[in-house]
Structures are given as structure tokens and as C-alpha cells.
């Protein structure tokens, strides 16, 4: 089972205990918030909207979530393809071939970046 069926039998799993806790609790009830004041309002609708909305908090705060992901990772490919364009630069100044078309990069280069030469490291 995948990850996301799994988060699917989950929330169907919760939406149901959450109808038979609404179903079970029809008495109309009096509300308090802040300012407003609501009475007789059924308690399916207060457990029901009270569902709702904590849900939408949680997809508000994934989504920011993934977009402040996006850009950092965003951020750190271009700094990937500065550093590229560096060590190309690097490379072409001391006469070896450019990243990407070496097919052997561990052959011509040491463990620590040093010239191999005639079998050892300068």
C-alpha cells in the first residue's frame, strides 16, 4: 500500500468518526466567541465546522510549507549551476575538460583535487 493510500484510509477512517460524533451530539448549544453569540445552533454544525476549519489550516500550512521548499531548492540549483560554471572555468584554465564531458573524472584528478601525474599525485 502507498504512502498516499495509506493517508487516504486515514482521513475516510477519521471523516467517519467524526459524522458518528456529530450524528450522536444533535442538541442545539450556545456559542461564545469573541464578539459574536450564537444560540441554538446545532452541535453538528459547530463539530463539523470546527473539522473544517482545522483541516484547512493544516492544507494552508503544507502549502507554505512546499513553497518555501520550492524555493530553497530553487535557490540552491542556482547556486549548483554558479558553482558549475566556476569549476568549468577552473578546469578550462588548467587545461582539462570541462565538466560533464570528462567520462572519467576520478582518472585525471586525486582524492583531494591534485594533478595526477605519472601515476602519482603532484
Same mark, same amino acid.
Given at each position: 500500500m502507498s504512502k498516499? @493510500?495509506?493517508? %487516504? !484510509?486515514?482521513?475516510l477512517v477519521l471523516a467517519v468518526l467524526v459524522a458518528v %460524533?456529530? !450524528? @450522536? $451530539? &444533535?442538541?442545539? !448549544?450556545?456559542? $461564545?466567541? &469573541?464578539f459574536w453569540h450564537l444560540d441554538g445552533i446545532s452541535k !453538528? &454544525?459547530?463539530i463539523l465546522f470546527s473539522t473544517m476549519a482545522g483541516a484547512l489550516a493544516v492544507l494552508f500550512l503544507g502549502v507554505?510549507?512546499?513553497f518555501r521548499r520550492y524555493l530553497y531548492i530553487r535557490r540552491l540549483e542556482g547556486e549548483v549551476q554558479k558553482l558549475r560554471g566556476e569549476l568549468n572555468s577552473c578546469k578550462k584554465a588548467a587545461g582539462l575538460p570541462?565538466?560533464?564531458e570528462s567520462s572519467d573524472v576520478g582518472s585525471s584528478l586525486g582524492e583531494a583535487g591534485t594533478e595526477k601525474q605519472n601515476g602519482t599525485y603532484a
Open positions: 498516499a @493510500q495509506i493517508y %487516504f !484510509v486515514l482521513a %460524533f456529530a !450524528v @450522536q $451530539n &444533535l442538541e442545539p !448549544v450556545s456559542i $461564545n466567541f &469573541l !453538528v &454544525l459547530v507554505w510549507w512546499h570541462p565538466a560533464g
